[in-house]
């Protein structure tokens, strides 16, 4: 497609249960990030990914959580047992690479809500 | 470590009122800084960037100059609509060391007409 397309754009679930968050990036795009935007605070980086490695983890908030990226395209970010405090949106977003200048372009993002 | 500070929440303007939302920035070297907006109910989008020092980035109306040496890159637009209304995030990326983005918290904008 012409954008970055996440889903699903809504997930509700209770708490405890894992969660696959998909990210489909802009076709050619190599570099693909992850954030979380959670009510009331701006972004924060959750992990970044060049090809189908991630050279960088260091916002993944804890062992519950992992990504990963298939045939350098859809990404998919996995929550296990999740609390409460996972509620949040989480936007995927796609550069052309990981060097220079590249802006990054975003998802409408998955909002997640633990019950 | 490198931080973005912006001006806080919510701004309300009147039609055609003049905009600045300050934006300033902590980081070694000479980072890229950016403007994303995001509309209610939609995704962030790219407003406008700039890559190195005393360049303007300007989009829809709007600009920002990078001044590396006050290390700020305020968002202005002359006369604003109400159709942007909108949360602005400023950011910054330092590349090649780095390669996510650092975010400010984002400012709220009202227009009214």
């Known amino acids: 497609g012409a954008g970055v397309s996440q889903s699903p754009s809504n997930k509700v679930t209770e708490k405890g249960k894992d969660v696959e968050l998909r990210c489909d990036p802009i076709?050619?795009?190599?570099?693909l990030y992850w954030y979380r935007q959670s009510l009331g605070q701006g972004l924060e980086f959750l992990i970044y990914?060049?090809?189908?490695?991630?050279?960088?983890k260091s916002g993944l908030p804890s062992d519950r959580f992992s990504a990963e990226r298939t045939g350098g395209s859809v990404s998919t970010l996995t929550i296990q047992r999740t609390q409460q405090e996972d509620s949040a949106v989480y936007l995927c977003?796609?550069?052309?690479?990981?060097?220079?200048?590249?802006?990054?372009?975003f998802g409408d993002g998955t909002r997640l809500s633990i019950l | 470590g490198d931080s973005v500070t912006q001006m806080e929440g919510p701004v309300t303007l009147s039609e055609e009122a003049f905009l600045t939302i300050n934006c300033t920035y902590t980081a070694t070297g000479y980072p890229s800084l950016f403007w994303y907006v995001q509309y209610p109910g939609e995704g962030l989008q790219l407003l406008l960037k700039a890559t190195k020092a005393d360049d303007k980035g300007s989009n829809k109306g709007f600009e920002a100059t990078y001044r590396k040496e006050t290390t700020s890159f305020h968002l202005e637009k002359g006369s604003v609509q109400v159709s942007d209304s909108a949360v602005y995030f400023c950011?910054?990326?330092?590349?090649?060391?780095?390669?996510?983005?650092?975010w400010g918290l984002g400012t709220s904008l009202a227009v009214n007409p």
């Open positions: 977003a796609s550069s052309f690479s990981d060097r220079g200048y590249q802006p990054q372009h």
């Open positions: 990914f060049q090809g189908n490695s991630a050279p960088d």
């Open positions: 076709s050619g795009h190599t570099a």
């Open positions: 950011a910054l990326k330092w590349t090649p060391l780095d390669r996510k983005l650092i």
